[in-house]
């Protein structure tokens, strides 16, 4: 392996180092924001170190062809340290302030929509639903119950010859529902033997 080979492998492990402490701090961040506890937790470690291994191993291999040396570990381990005596409390802070403006953002956003869209919507579906209502009950009154009460009189000044129709119509219909019950129980098989 070359000098300047060694140098690019050691710097891009440091760098590696630092990314992997960023990545932990941004995790730690978004952890104690969003109270994440149980698997959550072993799910995101899991998935941190897959992170972490696929990231070395990936610049390992595009540096010096996956050759792993202890100088390689030592400079992974100063990346690590000089991110957490260096960046680690800055990084923090503006993790923080960018996740609490971020918030705040998509807060702004939500309310705009829904005072632009949600509201009108909710308050035209509701006039809709209101005019609906009011035509039905208009056209209900002026089809239905106009023509009744115009037609009222003429019911009462019928109403001795419908009962009078209705008197001499009972024998038929009594006849008719005989013969409706013949057939219901001659179809269903529980014929009377006289019939």
């Known amino acids: 392996m ?7 492998t050691m710097g891009l492990m440091m760098g590696s180092g630092l ?7 941004l995790y730690r961040v978004l952890k104690a924001r969003f109270h994440m506890w149980g698997w959550v937790v ?10 972490a ?10 540096s010096n062809w996956g050759e792993l040396r202890f100088t390689v570990l030592i400079a992974i381990a100063a990346g690590w340290f000089l991110y957490y005596s260096w960046f680690s409390n800055f990084t923090i802070r503006l993790l923080r302030v960018l996740l609490s403006w971020t918030e705040t953002l998509c807060r702004v956003i939500l309310r705009i929509l829904y005072v632009s869209l949600w509201l009108p919507l909710a308050a035209l579906s509701m006039l809709l639903y209101r005019v609906g209502v009011g035509l039905f009950r208009l056209l209900r009154a002026l089809f239905f119950r106009f023509p009744l009460w115009l037609l ?19 024998p038929i219909t009594r006849r008719l529902q005989r013969w409706k019950e013949w057939l219901r129980r001659w179809l269903s098989g529980q014929r009377n033997r006289g019939e």
Request: no cysteine.
């Open 19 to 25: 990314m992997m402490g960023l990545m932990l701090d």
């Open 42 to 51: 072993s799910l995101v470690d899991l998935l941190y170190w897959a992170v």
């Open 53 to 62: 291994a696929s990231m070395v191993f990936g610049l390992l291999l595009w």
């Open 2 to 8: 070359t000098l300047y080979t060694q140098w690019v």
């Open 152 to 170: 009222s009189p003429l019911f009462r000044w019928l109403q001795p010859l419908r009962e009078r129709l209705a008197q001499g119509a009972r």
